[in-house]
């Protein structure tokens, strides 16, 4: 079935430094990934929605200068936490859709503490 | 638009009976209907999904769901749990594009030995 791999699992970082998270499709092509963000015992907010090969779509309230994200290629996706402080701390989970209804495949999500 | 509703935020059950996880949707289109599990600290596994054909999903794990149209509801169940079945339980929506993905709050279950 279909496998999507996020790394890093768990990261923690200083305030003002950049985390980078990776989110790859490794058995299917992914023209669009998405990436959410969970805060401890509540759902996943959509972030926003990256398109292979073109700018991504932030939901309202995020900001993209923030959370840049870089889909650059059909099977990898990147979320860049930028100048990181402590309320950025959270679980960040991504997402692909294979063609078709197959449904969404997600990663194992990141941990990310700001210290 | 779509959005999904999931009543309950926690639910405990005593090990080997029936769990129930309700869910209800709200969608301008015909929609396609999820369950994902997510154990602490891990990402969501999809346990079933509904797109089209047969209203009863089965998924894995022995959890089952039944897509009722007039009833606008999606809800999970398992005849008897168990207690590697405690968890935390999605209910997500997306239209036929599948453009957006849109998740309820989340329902904990609790299995009590």
């Known amino acids: 079935g279909a496998v999507v791999s996020q790394h890093p699992s768990w990261v923690i970082c200083k305030s003002g430094t950049s985390v980078k998270i990776e989110c790859r499709s490794l058995?299917?092509?992914?023209?669009?990934m998405f990436w959410y963000r969970q805060f401890p015992k509540q759902s996943l907010m959509l972030m926003a929605t990256?398109?292979?090969?073109?700018?991504?779509?932030?939901e309202q309230g995020v900001e993209k200068d923030k959370f840049l994200i870089n889909h650059a290629s059909l099977t990898l996706s990147t979320l860049t936490v930028t100048s990181a402080h402590p309320e950025d701390s959270s679980f960040y989970i991504c997402?692909?859709?294979?063609?078709?209804?197959?449904?969404?495949?997600f990663g194992s999500g990141t941990r990310l503490t700001v210290v | 638009a779509q959005s999904v509703t999931q009543l309950g935020s926690h639910v405990s059950v005593s090990e080997g009976a029936l769990v129930l996880l309700r869910c209800n949707y709200s969608s301008s289109v015909p929609p396609y209907l999820f369950w994902y599990v997510q154990y602490p600290n891990q990402g969501l596994q999809l346990l079933l999904k509904?797109?089209?054909?047969?209203?009863l999903v089965k998924g894995i794990n022995g959890f089952e769901a039944e897509f009722k149209k007039s009833e606008t509801s999606f809800h999970l169940t398992k005849p008897s749990a168990h207690m590697s079945d405690a968890a935390e339980y999605f209910c997500a929506v997306s239209g036929t594009a599948g453009n957006q993905f849109y998740f309820g709050t989340g329902t904990s279950l609790t299995v009590i030995p």
């Open positions: 997402s692909a859709r294979e063609t078709g209804p197959k449904g969404y495949t």
């Open positions: 990256s398109n292979e090969g073109s700018k991504a779509t932030y």
């Open positions: 509904y797109t089209t054909g047969a209203t």
């Open positions: 058995d299917f092509q992914a023209t669009t």
